[in-house]
C-alpha cells in the first residue's frame, strides 16, 4: 500500500496519453486499466485503430479509484460511488466505509498505544507491568478478568 499519491496531471484539455504512459505514471499493469474500463470505472476515447487515450479527466478517475482501494473500497463500491446519480446511493457507500475506516482507525490507535506503553515499561515482564495491564485490559474477557 502506498503511504500517498501525488497526481501531476499536467496536461493541456486536449492533450492524451497512451495506456502505456497512464499505466507507467501510476505505476499499474496495462492489463488492470483494461479490467478498470470493462467495468466502467474509466472511459478513455479511441483513435487510430481502436486505440485507448486518456485526458486529464481520466487520470483523476485513476486517482480516485487508487484513493479508494487504499481506503478499502471494492472496485464494486467504487463503481457505485462514481457513477450513480442518486446522492443518496453514494452517501449511503461512503458512510459505509467511513464506518469501517473509523473503525481500523481505531483499532490501529489502540495498538499504537500498546506499542508506546511496551517502550516506555522498564519491567522484566511486560505482561507483568501494571501499567501494561491497564492498557490490555479490555482484551481480556470479563469473565476470565481477576478481581
Given at each position: 500500500m502506498r503511504a500517498s499519491m501525488r497526481l501531476n496531471v499536467d496536461m493541456k484539455s486536449s492533450?492524451?496519453?497512451?495506456?502505456?504512459e497512464v499505466a507507467e505514471r501510476f505505476g499499474l499493469a496495462t492489463h488492470v486499466l483494461r479490467h478498470w474500463e470493462a467495468m466502467g470505472l474509466i472511459s478513455p476515447i479511441r483513435v487510430e485503430g481502436a486505440r485507448r487515450r486518456y485526458r486529464s479527466d481520466d487520470l483523476y478517475r485513476?486517482?480516485?479509484?487508487?484513493?479508494?482501494?487504499e481506503a478499502g473500497f471494492s472496485l464494486e463500491?467504487?463503481?457505485?460511488?462514481?457513477?450513480?446519480?442518486?446522492?443518496?446511493?453514494?452517501r449511503a457507500v461512503l458512510l459505509r466505509r467511513r464506518e469501517e475506516l473509523?473503525?481500523?482507525?481505531?483499532?490501529?490507535?489502540?495498538?499504537?498505544?500498546?506499542?508506546?506503553?511496551?517502550?516506555?515499561?522498564?519491567?522484566?515482564?511486560l505482561a507483568g507491568c501494571?501499567?501494561?495491564?491497564?492498557?490490555?485490559?479490555?482484551?481480556?474477557?470479563?469473565?476470565?478478568?481477576?478481581?
Open positions: 492533450a492524451t496519453m497512451s495506456i502505456g485513476v486517482a480516485v479509484i487508487l484513493r479508494g482501494k463500491e467504487i463503481h457505485e460511488m462514481m457513477t450513480t446519480s442518486d446522492a443518496a446511493e453514494r473509523a473503525r481500523r482507525i481505531a483499532e490501529a490507535q489502540a495498538s499504537l498505544e500498546l506499542v508506546d506503553c511496551a517502550l516506555d515499561c522498564d519491567h522484566e515482564d501494571p501499567h501494561f495491564q491497564a492498557v490490555i485490559a479490555d482484551r481480556i474477557p470479563e469473565a476470565v478478568r481477576s478481581p
